[in-house]
């Protein structure tokens, strides 16, 4: 399984290797690159062990949010530009890269002018190149002090292929850039992958973010256990169903754009908010300026924000202000 794996993501597939995440496709991989016996002649232990490298620890919803909210939701947006199809989709070729430009030059400014409209704050999680490109997105994110800037690779490169030495490096070159941008450093962390390496969670916790977002064992936000042990860190679960990219963008078999309907998209997503509401937990979508930013699905995510605004006790948040609050309310 391990030189299948690795011939894959290394590209000698590429239709597969695009239109599959690697990450899809290394479900099944294990921490051993060497051992290529297939998952079921695993013993029990060996399948538990592996299972329980990464879990969901603690539901940490607390008991209230701020302002007598009763739900909290917080908007990110991946600023992921040209990176996404050079380091993910390994697709540099013009057209694939105007997309990404797209999320910069029009979709950006149609994103900012919506949360300015509605007041809210918002989480942009930037890979390190998308600044160095499109540089002039940084002020406009900060012209409310309440946006956060968290962090999202160097150029969206696929940690899932990266060495130990590789993936930690890499991350030290992209802090570089981010904080020579932001001014600051960010406190939260979300993979390229949405996934982790045998190796991420250590290189999280050394360079000292305050929460994650790449898993999905929960709607709510819990305590990320790693080899059975409490890594401090807070997960803020994410959701492909709360994704606009696969919901937009990708059409299986091909790799055109999805031709959806944003009516789809509204029922989805409103329909799990009314269930964060319900259940008074969190509510995050994220979404990518070049996917969102497009004019019929920017009046779809109006129409949500204005739904969303008309009940009682929602609290829109950044991702930090979530994690804050749910770590000062764990403490207690
Ligand atoms: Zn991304």
């Not at 292929?161 to 962390?189: N, T, W």
């Not at 390496?197 to 360079?207: A, D």
């Amino acid at each position: 399984m391990g030189k299948t794996r690795s011939l894959i993501c290394r590209g000698l597939i590429p239709l597969l290797a695009w239109v599959i995440p690697c990450h899809f496709i290394m479900a099944h991989g294990h921490g051993d690159p060497a051992d290529e016996r297939a998952i079921w002649e695993w013993s029990p232990e060996e399948i538990k062990k592996e299972v329980t490298r990464v879990r969901a620890g603690r539901d940490l919803t607390p008991e209230s949010w701020p302002d007598d909210g009763r739900v909290a939701v917080s908007l990110s947006f991946d600023v992921d530009t040209e990176p996404v199809w050079m380091g993910f989709q390994e697709q540099s070729s013009p057209s694939y890269m105007s997309r990404g430009e797209y999320g910069a030059r029009a979709g950006m400014p149609r994103v900012m002018a919506l949360l300015k409209k509605h007041d809210i704050p918002a989480t942009f999680f930037i890979p390190a190149m998308s600044m160095e490109l499109h540089p002039q997105i940084i002020p406009m994110i900060k012209k409310n002090p309440r946006n956060e800037f968290g962090f999202h690779s160097y150029v969206h490169e696929n940690p899932m292929r990266l060495l130990p030495s590789q993936e930690r490096s890499v991350y030290l070159k992209a802090m570089k850039i981010f904080e020579k941008h932001v001014g600051k450093k960010p406190v939260g962390f979300r993979s390229a992958a949405w996934d982790l390496t045998e190796s991420t969670i250590e290189i999280v916790k050394e360079m000292g973010f305050l929460y994650e977002s790449s898993m999905m064992a929960d709607d709510r936000p819990y305590a990320l256990i790693s080899k059975g042990v409490d890594t401090g860190l807070i997960e803020l679960p994410v959701e492909w169903i709360l994704d606009d990219w696969p919901l937009f963008q990708i059409s299986w078999p091909s790799s055109h754009v999805a031709l959806r309907n944003a009516e789809d998209v509204y029922s989805i997503w409103k329909d799990e908010f009314d269930g964060a509401y319900d259940e008074g937990t969190i509510y995050i979508l994220t979404m990518h300026p070049q996917v969102i930013g497009h004019r019929y699905r920017i009046a779809m995510l109006d129409r949500l924000i204005t739904y969303m605004k008309s009940k009682p006790g929602v609290w829109f948040a950044t991702h930090e202000e979530i994690a804050r609050h749910v770590k000062a309310a764990s403490e207690k």
